[in-house]
């Protein structure tokens, strides 16, 4: 009796163990259909990928970066500024307040080994492209006037050292496909808002040709 119990529970338990083997082959079958679909996904957006899409990433990517300004400034209690490279495309971050041990800049795996101790570089030449090129237009301080501005600076409360909201703008597409889309930036909070995409092209800025 003993011996035919001791075989039942060596089939069940080979049953089981089978099972089991069976199961994890199905989860890794699964694990690749997954990985196939979100493959697939990112082909097709690559392929019908337009300016909205385009503006949409690189506008919430500024504003992401823009509050990690705001972050090392209230962290630090400090000044951190961002200034607008127009020319080359690219923001770049320093620290503009006065304690020097603050002037190297945080380590960051989104730091290009090439930047200086002292910078750290956003350039919106060579961010993940869905195929559209984006542009940084410049920026603004929009009040009861609207004035040109070179960069955006935050101080130790996470405001901004500019009185009025400061507008980065965006553009990409040409001709009369060109778009444009807007980062502004709260005074008072320091905190970024991804602005509403449109074809107006924004007035006292310099639009590129074509």
């Known amino acids: 009796m003993s011996s035919a119990r001791e075989l039942l529970l060596k089939f069940a338990s080979g049953s089981i163990a089978a099972q089991r083997r069976r199961a994890f082959s199905l989860l890794e079958l699964l694990m690749v259909i997954v990985l196939v679909s979100i ?70 795996p989104f730091r290009s080994p090439t930047d200086a101790s002292n910078q750290y570089t956003v350039s919106l030449s060579t961010l993940p492209s869905l195929g559209i090129p984006v542009k940084l237009l410049g920026g ?42 807007s980062v502004t930036v709260n005074p008072v909070t320091g905190l970024s808002s991804v602005g509403t995409y449109t074809n107006a092209a924004p007035s006292g800025i310099t639009i590129p040709s074509p």
């Open 39 to 108: 493959l697939a996904k990112m082909v097709i957006t690559n392929a019908v990928s337009t300016a909205y899409d385009q503006l949409h990433s690189v506008a919430n990517i500024v504003a992401g970066e823009l509050a990690y300004a705001r972050g090392l400034a209230v962290g630090n209690d400090s000044t951190y500024c961002f200034t607008l490279d127009t020319t080359n495309n690219r923001l770049v971050l320093t620290y503009t307040g006065s304690d020097p041990t603050l002037a190297t800049l945080p380590n960051s």
């Open 140 to 181: 603004q301080a929009v009040g009861t006037t609207t004035q040109t501005i070179t960069s955006v600076e935050f101080g130790p409360y996470g405001s901004t050292t500019q009185a009025n909201q400061s507008v980065l703008w965006l553009t990409a597409g040409t001709g009369t496909s060109r778009r444009y889309i």
